[in-house]
Each structure stands twice: as C-alpha cells, then as structure tokens.
C-alpha cells in the first residue's frame, strides 16, 4: 500500500502523540475555574473503528477498475480505515460527529497517483464516469473543505497526493523553488533546508498539512510578517483539469487581466487539483530570536503592535495575546524550578508594584530574523515602541516556550473534548481602527451565546499576523457542552461570532478558508454580486460539479 503518512482517523495528530496535564500544576484548577470541566475525571473510551457504521463503497466495477488501472493496485483502496482518514477534516464539528457516529458521506475510494501524469488520468476518469474528486493534502482543514455532500449519490474518490512530496527544483538565482503539492510541511522544509533554504510558511497545522491544501485555503503561518501569506509566497502553479493542465507560470509581477494565479488561491479543490507550486523560499538566517515582552493592558499591546506595523522595524513575528489568554498560557506551564522561578515571582512583584493590574497583563512574542546587525537594529526599535506603550521585555524563555508549544493547541482541544467541553478557534482580519471594536464586541457576543445555552464557557484571543493596514485577530472559544446536542450548543456560540465579525468590520476568515462552515457569511463579507462572480467562475470550469461539490457557495 502507498506509504503515505496520515493522521489518526479520530483526531488530531498521530497515533501515540497527545496532550497530558500531569506536569502541568495549574492547568486543572484554570480549567475548572474557567469552564467548570475537571481534567481529572475519567475520559470517554476512545472509538473503535470497528463500531462506525462505515457503509460499503458505492463504486461500480469499470470505474474501480479503470482507476486500479491508473495508479497501480497497490496505490488504491477501499478498507474502512483509509476511508475514514479521508472522510473529514479535524474541526470540532467533525470530530463530534465521527463520536456520535455519524458519517451520513463518506469516500467509496481513495488513490494515491505518483505524478501529474497519473493525477491528469484520474481526473479525465472521473469525470467521464461523472463521478466526484475531493483533493486531499494532510486533512487538517477545519472549515469542512474535505467532506462529501450529504446527499451525494455518486461514486466518491479521494484523491491523495501524499506521493507528490518533493522539492523538483531550485532556481538560487531567483530564489523560487518548484515543489509538489503534496510535501508535507517538515517534509519540505528538510528537503529545503538541505540546500540552505526556506520557504518560512509555519501555519498551526504545519507538521500534518500540505503545500497544495496552503494554497487552496489561502493560508498564514506564523512568521507571514516576514515571508508573507502563501498568496504572496505563491508565484506559479500547475493545476490539473479535465483534458488539460493550467499553468500559472513563475513571475515576479504580471499585467494579464485578472488573475488566474489569484482564482486557484483559496479554491478549495473546485477548480481542479494541484499538483505543483513555484514558491518564493528564502537563503536561512544567519539568526532567529523570538522575544517576549509584557503589556499592562490589551489596548497597549494593540497599539505597539499597530506601531511596529508602520515602523521602520521588520519583523518576523508580531503577536499579543489578551490577559485571558495570557492567563491559559501561564496556566499551562510547568512548575517552575531554581532560578528561574524565583525570577518569574520577582518580576510579577516588581510590576505589581509599578501599579500593574496582574490579572490584565498581555503577553506578547516578537520575532527578528536575518544578520546579526539586523537583528540588533530592529529589536532596539521595537524595544523603543514596546516602552513606549508601557510594556517591557521579559527576554529569550517565553520565546522558547512559544516554539515549542505554537504546535500544541488542536491537541489540547482533543483532550478537552473526550473530557466534556468543546473549543475551537475562528480568526478573522480588520483595519487597525477597527479592531478593538471588533475585539470587545465579539467577546461580549461570546459570553451572551453562553448565557443563552446556559454553560459555563471562555473565550480568549490574540493578535497575529500584522498588515500596514490592520491584523489578524484569532480568536479560541471552549464551553462545557450538555452531552446530549453539543454540536446544536457549538452552532450557537459559532454563529455568534461568525456574525460579530462580519458586523464589525472583520472577515470571516483570515487564514481558515470557507469550506462549509463559513459559507453563511459568504455573502456578508464579499456581497452578491461577488458571489455571483464566483458561482459563474466555478460553474465554467466545473459544470457538473464534479471537483469538491459544495465548498465556499452550495452551488
């Protein structure tokens, strides 16, 4: 069978690999205070594929054979546990679902094409047979751009690109690299790196997600103040459709109409299926410092960070968390030892006795990259800008504490799941002078969907990924669901803040993409007319909609 590495099937990451609190003291007591769940009771039984109620393929005879012809009997399957792993993405919703059982569509079968070649004869084999092709990367989407309608009778075939993962070529002139679609985040970056390069795209979801899945959701990662969102890493593409290949190719800067390279970002596997990327990557830093630093206050935090953005500093890294979130993140720490946590004590005391509320403290981490005078230059600016606003550096440990827990929050999700709460996370993006407004009236929006399920529930933000013109905001919510409906409890605190950002200026995505989940806010945010131009784009290409039916407009 293809050697191609998956999640487990049940959640996030690999089999083996989860969240604990055991070293974590002051966890249990900040979840019981903030949620009313205690981490200490005993989790729900883990789900046994077996007991899923996993229907047979429904895939005739030819168009099995026809595809086993194409990629090779070992490269094609149909047992229950390759369909599960491809049947969701890892969103909340999907993970209640897949506990409750319910998996109304699910994928009949799943190939594993080794090239372009073999994707290209795929394609033309499914939609000859009008049948329907959902692309899949790593499957770490959340925003349910992997699932098949509900009410889809035809065959259903997942296309994993797991075998197209290499770096093919280096212009070093240039500095584009082509690449497959399918190279997971790690698997790339050591394939680059060995060369001296990198491309810096790390989403949250970097060590189970793929170049291809980052194109088709438009997706951030951490140090986009730097290296940009992928749209701006993103300079050539080769897209596989019916009888053809579209080819975007590699340029700096074009005046060709619209934008076909704009119209495959964010397409979400409607428009055909990736199969390689020419991306912009970059010689690795000569240095690479993350700092933390301490704010008094969120509008503080706000504002430095908004300073920084039009300030002579470059960045690779800008992020401030509220106090709430501030407070988890100190929640989750190990108990300190030595020195170092005499420091910690010391350093609250001093604060607390320059008048500092401790309990509204935000904590910030900032990022610097390249040569050493570099480096230097711009961490004294933004030391400068930081002090300004009342805030302090707090050095190189919180920095390292971030990189190496950035990766960890989908796993301490799972673990709140089987213990009775759900969280999740929604970002979206707004002028600078719109934030705050944003900010306070989507946390109040928060706290009355709350008050109108009747749980105890928290929710918490922090602001990333910084613009000349404003910032991401991204936002994590987690309640104690009833146990009976959750997903009914979940869809009122979701749709609560879906709206509150819609209503004030913000996006209904940054970086998460549309999918299903946030296709209600569609036409909020772009207006019909903007719509109607994508439901026609996606109609020309696909008139019987056969690539991912579903995603981004219903149509």
């Known amino acids: 069978m293809a050697n191609v590495k998956h999640m487990k099937w049940w959640g996030w990451g690999v089999e083996g690999v989860s969240f604990h609190h055991d070293d974590k003291p002051y966890l249990v007591p900040f979840v019981k205070k903030a949620i009313g769940v205690d981490l200490n009771a005993p989790a729900d039984p883990p789900l046994v594929l077996e007991d899923m109620p996993i229907p047979d393929p429904m895939i005739g005879a030819d168009l099995l054979a026809e595809l086993t012809s194409t990629v090779g009997a070992d490269n094609i399957a149909s047992d229950a546990m390759d369909r599960m792993v491809h049947t969701y993405g890892k969103s909340i919703r999907d993970l209640i679902r897949l506990r409750a059982g319910d998996i109304p569509r699910i994928p009949d079968v799943v190939v594993y094409p080794a090239d372009e070649a073999e994707v290209q004869a795929v394609v033309d084999t499914v939609v000859a047979a009008d049948a329907v092709l959902i ?54 970056e050591e394939q680059l790196g060995s060369k001296g390069w990198t491309l810096g795209h790390f989403p949250d979801s970097f060590t189970h997600s793929t170049l291809g899945g980052w194109v088709a959701t438009r997706s951030s990662g951490m140090q986009s103040d730097k290296y940009g969102d992928i749209a701006d890493i993103t300079r050539g593409l080769r897209v596989v459709q019916p009888g053809k290949v579209l080819v975007v190719r590699a340029l700096p800067s074009t005046s060709t109409g619209p934008s076909v390279r704009e119209m495959i970002l964010g397409s979400e596997g409607r428009l055909g299926v990736i199969t390689e990327v ?24 706000l504002a430095a960070m908004q300073e920084i953005s039009a300030s002579d500093a470059t960045t690779s890294i800008t992020r401030v968390s509220d106090a709430r979130e501030t407070q988890f993140s100190f929640a989750t720490r190990k108990k300190g030892k030595g020195l170092s946590s005499l420091v910690s004590r010391g350093l609250m005391k001093v604060l607390q006795h320059r008048g500092w509320d401790l309990s509204q403290i935000c904590l910030s981490f900032i990022g610097y990259e390249g040569g050493k005078a570099h480096v230097a230059r711009n961490k004294a600016i933004v030391k400068s800008i930081v002090k300004s606003h009342g805030g302090i550096v707090v050095g190189k440990g919180p920095g390292a504490l971030y990189d190496q827990k950035k990766f960890d929050m989908p796993y301490i999700r799972d673990y709140l799941l089987v213990r009775g709460a759900a969280a999740d996370v929604s970002e979206t993006a707004a002028p600078w002078s719109q934030l705050q407004t944003l900010y306070t009236n989507t946390v109040a929006a928060v706290n009355r969907a709350y008050d109108d399920i009747g749980t105890s529930g928290w929710v918490m933000c922090h602001l990333s990924h910084s613009y000349h013109s404003g910032a991401c905001l991204y936002f994590t919510f987690a309640f104690r669901h009833d146990g009976v409906d959750p997903l009914a409890q979940y869809d009122v605190v979701k749709s609560a803040l879906q709206q509150s950002f819609v209503d004030n200026a913000g996006t209904l995505s940054h970086h998460h993409a549309v999918g299903v989940e946030h296709a209600p806010w569609l036409e909020q945010d772009i207006s019909a007319p903007g719509v109607h131009m994508i439901s026609g784009l996606l109609s020309s290409v696909d008139p019987k909609a056969n690539f991912n039916p579903g995603k981004i407009i219903a149509k």
């Open 135 to 188: 692309p899949f990367g790593g499957g770490s989407n959340i925003a349910g751009s992997l699932e098949a309608p509900a009410d889809e009778t035809r065959p259903v075939i997942s296309v994993d690109l797991g075998r197209l993962n290499k770096v093919l070529a280096i212009d070093e002139e240039s500095g584009l690299a082509r690449i497959q679609a399918g190279a997971l985040g790690p698997d790339m």
């Open 278 to 301: 020419s991306v912009q990557v970059h010689r690795i830093p000569e240095e690479r410092v993350i700092l933390g630093y301490f704010f008094p206050s969120w509008e503080a935090g």
